[in-house]
């Protein structure tokens, strides 16, 4: 007899989630998933969403969006002469990003990263990049692979168009 993982799948925050449970040894982090995301979800000021598996109401994972912008002045040259001449191009925020320490190193930060992706190509607002600000240089080695750029050398936001995004999907 042969079993299998449960599935792992992203949804939406609700109240059905345990999030007191959840840590990912980060307590900033622990602390927003635990007390503000609901509000700012409610709010509208971002959308949070788990990573679970199977019926498991403990988050894996969580990772927030939201809607920024960049201003043209901050993207690299070749790339902002292509732009428009407005002061400001519409980007999508992952304001956080967060894995619970029982389940490090599995690959759970680099699929929520895509779930991510997929959401942002899915809608049907404009967004030109995708925008992450990286919590220390681990973190921003971590989205380097993922082929996003500094935004201001020596900064720790960093940023990938949509339309490279794209590309990882076609």
Do not use: W
């Not at 942002?120 to 220390?136: C, E, P, Q």
């Amino acid at each position: 007899m042969t079993s299998t993982a449960p599935a792992l799948y992203t949804e939406p925050l609700s109240d059905q989630h345990d999030r007191e449970r959840f840590n990912s040894g980060v307590e900033p982090l622990d602390r927003y998933l635990q007390q503000q995301a609901g509000q700012d979800a409610r709010r509208r000021i971002a959308s949070c969403f788990v990573l679970v598996s199977g019926g498991d109401r403990v988050p894996i994972g969580y990772y927030t969006l939201a809607a920024t912008s960049i201003a043209l002045a901050e993207l690299p040259g070749p790339l902002a002469k292509r732009l428009p001449r407005y002061p400001v191009v519409p980007a999508t925020l992952m304001g956080r990003l967060a894995v619970d320490a029982g389940h490090r190193q599995q690959g759970h930060g680099e699929f929520m990263l895509f779930d991510a992706f997929s959401r942002v190509l899915r809608n049907d607002i404009a967004s030109y990049a995708f925008v992450v600000d990286a919590k220390d240089d681990k973190a921003a080695r971590f989205y380097q692979r993922y082929r996003f750029r500094f935004l201001i050398e020596g900064g720790r936001r960093l940023f990938i168009p949509v339309a490279e995004i794209a590309k990882l999907f076609s």
